[in-house]
């Protein structure tokens, strides 16, 4: 598919004005004369992934409550029981929440079924504009395109847009005795790597048994290369993807056509399978949550992350590689890649407090909100939070900043939720040897050409 994000590219360096598309008028009956109480007494329901952000939000909602009188009952669940629960929510009509969390590439599917309602009635009604510190104009633009926009009409806002990049134990590539035994071995010197073949070979000279010395010290258990997901699960096929766009892969061609199947892809998958003995057993069982916990146990020495993994990295209540970590730019095979994957709010067609929800998402996106949660381990939706410079502090913001640029997203076409259940199946059988690369991706672009029904997905979507 063709680069979907250049909704995403230059997210920092340009701001423009958003605008409506129209549509009716919402809250008619609002008592304008209450100002921001306006909807004082009213309880709205959301449901979100039980996740750094959202952890970080949950501590602002008294707040919210004091300034508008409105209570949020917030819902928080891992990945997997949040996207089933919206589901079944969605599919029965039911009233159960008026403000749901959900991972971008379901926009589509979730607009043209008319799950999720249009935002603009809502934001175009003078009378529900009643948070003095929301700009519209503020929220980042690439963003809000890629997070709530589908077919030209406003859905939802950016809720947590995290991006992958590269985090590795800097302290073990500035180790004298290592660089001398890397060099010594491999015939060139110990740096960062921004190419696959290097990073094979760091990650190979990496992995150490118990009893072995790993930068003067004798490990008292063993130590791997990288940390890798492989469980059947929406994280293995976000990290594999980096690896297929970095080697010039793609999943539909510049005109359409599927192309999950394609050589680059399948070298891709070659290489992500073969790396999988440099990194701790079990592969098959993890996710992005067993990589966070590898690395902050200081037993693997890189891995490719969401970058809303790092806080936990820096957090000195859970980790034992403070000041260890350095972040950067994934390696790259034929081009840079950094998959971009932010979640979304939105209001369901059936929510029973919509107005009130539009208040909350207002409020959300607020300078003072969206820093609170950046400096709890987020990443914020709006310019004036990123370019603070208490934020640029952070050990893993450059880094971030930079993938942001060159960043590439899933397709949020409606068929492509059952198309990444076809690839997580295909990789799964992979990573536990149950199929070859080619034949894995051979029987991926098979299911594709019956999910499509021959139809040519809608690019840039």
């Known amino acids: 598919m063709k680069r979907v994000l250049a909704i995403v590219l230059g997210l920092i360096l340009v701001m423009t004005t958003f605008a409506g598309c129209g549509g009716g008028q919402a809250g008619s009956d609002v008592d304008k004369s209450k100002g921001v109480r306006a909807f004082e007494g009213v309880t709205i329901n959301m449901i979100a992934e039980q996740q750094t952000p959202t952890v970080a939000l949950s501590k602002q909602l008294g707040e919210f409550e004091e300034l508008t009188g409105i209570k949020v009952n917030l819902e928080m669940a891992p990945f997997d029981n949040v996207v089933q629960k919206i589901t079944l929510a969605m599919q029965s009509g039911s009233e159960d929440y008026d403000v749901i969390a959900v991972p971008y590439q379901f926009l589509g599917n979730l607009a043209v079924n008319k799950f999720i309602q249009p935002l603009e009635p809502l934001m175009n009604n003078p009378d529900l504009s009643i948070i003095q510190e929301y700009d519209s104009n503020d929220i980042i633009q690439g963003m809000w395109d890629a997070s709530g926009k589908w077919e030209d009409t406003v859905y939802g806002v950016p809720a947590n847009s995290c991006i992958m990049f590269f985090a590795y134990r800097q302290d073990l590539f500035e180790n004298a005795d290592e660089q001398a035994a890397f060099k010594a071995k491999y015939g060139y010197d110990l740096t960062v790597p921004e190419d696959w073949n ?264």
Request: hydrophobic content about 35%; overall charge negative; some cysteine.
């Open 198 to 461: 290097t990073y094979k070979d760091v990650a190979e000279f990496f992995t150490r048994k118990s009893g072995e010395t790993l930068a003067g010290e004798t490990l008292t258990q063993n130590f791997y290369g990288v940390s890798m997901s492989g469980k059947r699960h929406d994280a293995t096929t976000c990290e594999w993807l980096n690896y297929a766009w970095s080697f010039g892969g793609s999943i539909f061609d510049e005109d359409g056509n599927i192309a999950i199947n394609s050589e680059k892809n399948v070298a891709a998958l070659e290489y992500y399978n073969d790396l999988k003995k440099y990194a701790p057993p079990g592969v098959t069982e993890k996710t992005w949550d067993e990589q966070t916990t590898e690395m902050q146990q200081g037993i693997a020495a890189m891995a490719v992350i969401f970058n809303d993994c790092a806080p936990a990295l820096e957090n000195p209540e859970e980790s034992k590689v403070i000041g260890k970590m350095e972040y950067g730019a994934i390696p790259i095979g034929g081009k840079p890649a950094a998959h971009y994957g932010a979640w979304s709010y939105f209001i369901p067609t059936k929510a029973a407090n919509p107005e009130a929800a539009w208040v909350f998402l207002q409020w959300f996106n607020t300078p003072e909100v969206q820093k609170n949660i950046a400096l709890d381990g987020g990443f914020p939706n709006l310019y004036s939070v990123y370019n603070d410079p208490e934020l640029n502090k952070l050990p893993y913001w450059e880094a971030s900043m930079a993938a942001y640029e060159i960043s590439t997203a899933r397709p949020r076409i409606p068929e492509w939720n059952e198309m990444n259940e076809a690839l997580m199946l295909e990789i799964s059988k992979v990573m536990s040897n149950q199929s070859t690369p080619k034949e894995a991706l051979n029987s991926c672009a098979a299911e594709y050409q019956k999910i499509l029904d021959g139809k040519l997905p809608v690019l840039y979507q």
